[in-house]
């Protein structure tokens, strides 16, 4: 699930299914975005360090994985397909 700025920027309506090849990882997930949608590179991640780029977060299970190391695998739940791999626009304020 992508935040709605994103989907329209990608022209995506809804959720993205995506295959990925094991071991399942955020790496690899957001690599596979950004091939199938290239118009979305550099804006979940930047494009030349891969980090996570500020106010974007990644939640899966109901886990905040936005500092786990991005090769880590992620839930087997999320790999197979049953549970959602979050991306989620981050609000600021005071």
Same mark, same amino acid.
Not at 32 to 54: C, I
């Given at each position: 699930?992508?935040?709605?700025?994103l989907?329209?920027?990608?022209?995506?309506?809804?959720?993205? #299914? *995506? +295959?990925?090849?094991? &071991? !399942?990882?955020?790496?690899?997930?957001?690599? #596979? *975005? +950004?091939?199938?949608? &290239? !118009?979305?590179?550099?804006?979940?991640?930047?494009?030349?360090?891969?980090?996570?780029?500020?106010?974007?977060?990644?939640?899966?299970?109901?886990?905040?994985?936005?500092?786990?190391?991005?090769?880590?695998?992620?839930?087997?739940?999320?790999?197979?397909?049953r549970?959602?791999?979050?991306?989620?626009?981050?609000?600021?304020?005071?």
């Amino acid at each position: 699930m992508l935040p709605g700025p994103l989907r329209l920027l990608a022209k995506i309506d809804g959720e993205v #299914e *995506l +295959e990925v090849a094991a &071991p !399942v990882t955020q790496r690899r997930l957001l690599e #596979e *975005l +950004e091939r199938r949608y &290239p !118009v979305l590179l550099g804006t979940v991640r930047d494009a030349q360090t891969g980090k996570r780029r500020d106010f974007i977060r990644f939640f899966a299970e109901g886990q905040d994985l936005s500092h786990k190391p991005p090769d880590d695998p992620l839930p087997e739940s999320v790999a197979a397909g049953r549970e959602p791999y979050l991306v989620v626009g981050a609000i600021a304020g005071g």
